[in-house]
């Protein structure tokens, strides 16, 4: 009995595992939750595969928020535990590369394809003949 409260206080006996070397979330797995949800409840999505959805959280007692996600989604979850410093550091780098490809979308210039163009001047000499 001893042994077992023992494990249980331990971090290295958890029936949650813990996911300590992740460094990067892949980019295909930043908007498959919105980041102001995963900012404010401190979890990331990091894998999915098979109808499951692999989420870092940083304590247990984010438990009902998983529970919410797998109503909200319709996917079974799996979690890992993250450490909340590199829980702060993944979601800063998730924000970043966000920004980063918005600021490239907006300096990017539109070109219209050719058939989206000759609808338009054809729309405008209709209009305005």
Same mark, same amino acid.
């Given at each position: 009995?001893?042994?077992?409260?023992?494990?249980?206080?331990?971090?290295?006996?958890?029936?949650?595992?813990?996911?300590?070397?992740?460094?990067?979330?892949?980019?295909?797995?930043?908007?498959?939750?919105?980041?102001?949800?995963?900012?404010?409840?401190?979890?990331?999505?990091?894998?999915?595969?098979?109808?499951?959805?692999?989420?870092?959280?940083?304590? %247990?007692?984010?438990?009902?928020?998983?529970?919410?996600?797998?109503?909200?989604?319709?996917?079974?979850?799996?979690?890992?535990?993250?450490?909340?410093?590199?829980?702060?550091?993944?979601?800063?780098?998730?924000?970043?590369?966000?920004?980063?490809?918005?600021?490239?979308?907006?300096?990017?210039?539109?070109?219209? %394809?050719?058939?989206?163009?000759?609808?338009?001047?054809?729309?405008?000499?209709?209009?305005?003949?």
């Amino acid at each position: 009995m001893e042994m077992m409260a023992k494990m249980a206080d331990s971090p290295f006996y958890s029936l949650i595992p813990r996911l300590d070397t992740i460094r990067r979330v892949p980019s295909r797995y930043h908007r498959i939750l919105p980041l102001e949800l995963m900012k404010s409840y401190q979890f990331i999505v990091v894998g999915a595969a098979g109808g499951i959805l692999t989420v870092a959280i940083t304590n %247990h007692q984010q438990r009902t928020i998983i529970q919410s996600l797998e109503k909200l989604t319709g996917y079974s979850i799996f979690t890992v535990f993250v450490d909340q410093s590199r829980m702060r550091l993944l979601i800063d780098r998730i924000e970043r590369c966000e920004h980063r490809k918005y600021r490239k979308l907006l300096g990017r210039p539109y070109y219209l %394809h050719r058939i989206q163009l000759q609808c338009i001047v054809s729309f405008l000499l209709a209009e305005y003949p």
